[in-house]
């Protein structure tokens, strides 16, 4: 039940993230001249699905490793196979845009070091430029090992400190003001962006929430609809509204302001999702096959927004024109989706399988090294 739900919420929140890459720049104004200006409203806060993709991910992590023995054996082998599953789907798209990089001569800031892109390795700028988010991702899967070695009793007390310590750490930080700097390269990188990220928090708040629903599961819907609108609501509203530079909370500027108002409404629609009973009708399921490529998707939009739209639109007589830019928008969207669908399918997915099959052989290999030398 709660898998469904929150396999449908994945997909809605990588489909925010390639609406919110169509706006302009990404795409010629003129080419975007005529799109409804409900979808350019979406798009704008459409970096927030990032935030709902951290949530996701603490809450899954707290659901798949709730059964899991608490050891050194546990912890390691854990994050082996996740570190595996991260990078078996994205080394394929990472090839695809070095490909891209050195043909077309994009991507090539002196800023953009290739094998902190390949290893995903924190720096400011990476050569696929949504891969920042999966550093987040190995660094939780980091803290997720370090919580097996405790039992699971254990653990959510260490998770609430964990919590508190950031909340600190932020609070502190920006009383500083680490967040007013021009850009985070004028901060030490490494301690005061990555290390202590207020976005680290979502994935937290994530991993409890899992552990909430899971001791208390008679909650109420209505209750976490009201908190979910409201925070939706005072998000959209700081957003269009707040006097914020720039992009607004989609930039390191305004993380403090970002995770406490568009993680606390994700934090809302995963409670949602996890509590609301799943649907079995074809449309549902149709969702779920969409929810499991919402990786594949969220990989494959920005290199494929630069094949489309920078090299085969161009020579469609019309196309970039018909509808002011609304028929190669529905076709970009159109050709991500199916694209993403055939990646997971034929790429991500059998990697997976053969990433996690050998993964298991040598786990099994090295335990069984220790048992002889013992």
């Known amino acids: 039940m709660i898998y469904k739900n929150i396999q449908i919420l994945r997909f809605i929140a990588a489909f925010l993230v390639v609406l919110h890459?169509?706006?302009?720049?990404?795409?010629?104004?003129?080419?975007?001249?005529?799109?409804?200006?409900?979808i350019t409203e979406i798009s704008v806060y459409g970096f927030a699905g990032v935030d709902i993709f951290f949530v996701i991910s603490g809450f899954i992590m707290a659901e798949t490793t709730r059964s899991m023995q608490p050891g050194a054996?546990?912890?390691?082998?854990?994050?082996?196979?996740?570190?595996?599953?991260?990078?078996?789907?994205?080394?394929?798209?990472?090839?695809?845009?070095?490909?891209?990089?050195?043909?077309?001569?994009?991507?090539?800031?002196?800023?953009?070091?290739?094998?902190?892109?390949f290893l995903l390795l924190p720096q400011e700028f990476?050569?696929?430029?949504?891969?920042?988010?999966?550093?987040?991702?190995?660094?939780?899967?980091?803290?997720?090992?370090?919580?097996?070695?405790?039992?699971?009793?254990?653990?959510?007390?260490?998770?609430?400190?964990?919590?508190?310590?950031?909340?600190?750490?932020?609070a502190v930080q920006f009383n500083l003001g680490v967040y007013r700097s021009a850009t985070p390269r004028e901060n030490n990188f490494l301690l005061n962006v990555f290390l202590t990220s207020p976005l680290i928090i979502e994935f937290i708040a994530g991993f409890l929430l899992s552990e909430w629903i899971h001791r208390k599961p008679g909650q109420s819907i209505a209750a976490w609809s009201l908190f979910t609108a409201v925070a939706l609501c005072a998000s959209i509203w700081m957003q269009k509204y707040g006097g914020l530079m720039g992009v607004g909370m989609a930039a390191f500027l305004y993380y403090p302001e970002r995770v406490m108002l568009f993680g606390s409404a994700s934090l809302g629609l995963v409670a949602l999702a996890a509590l609301l009973p799943s649907s079995g009708s074809l449309l549902s399921r149709f969702f779920c096959k969409l929810g499991d490529a919402s990786y594949a998707l969220y990989l494959l939009h920005i290199p494929l927004l630069v094949i489309l739209y920078g090299l085969l639109f161009p020579k469609i007589p019309g196309l970039l024109w018909i509808g002011g830019g609304k028929l190669s928008l529905l076709v970009y969207l159109v050709s991500v989706v199916i694209c993403s669908l055939l990646y997971f399918k034929?790429?991500?997915?059998?990697?997976?399988?053969?990433?996690?099959?050998?993964?298991?052989m040598g786990l099994r290999s090295a335990e069984s090294s220790r048992t002889c030398t013992v």
Do not use: D
């Open 21 to 38: 890459h169509t706006l302009p720049p990404n795409v010629h104004p003129a080419h975007y001249a005529n799109i409804p200006a409900w």
């Open 73 to 117: 054996s546990t912890a390691s082998g854990f994050v082996f196979r996740r570190f595996l599953r991260i990078y078996s789907g994205y080394w394929p798209a990472f090839l695809l845009v070095l490909f891209l990089s050195i043909w077309l001569g994009i991507f090539n800031g002196p800023e953009i070091s290739r094998w902190k892109s």
């Open 126 to 170: 990476y050569l696929l430029n949504v891969s920042w988010t999966l550093t987040y991702e190995l660094y939780f899967y980091l803290l997720i090992g370090a919580m097996l070695c405790f039992t699971r009793k254990q653990a959510v007390p260490v998770f609430l400190a964990l919590l508190l310590a950031f909340v600190v750490i932020v």
């Open 346 to 360: 034929f790429i991500e997915n059998p990697l997976h399988k053969i990433s996690r099959r050998a993964s298991s």
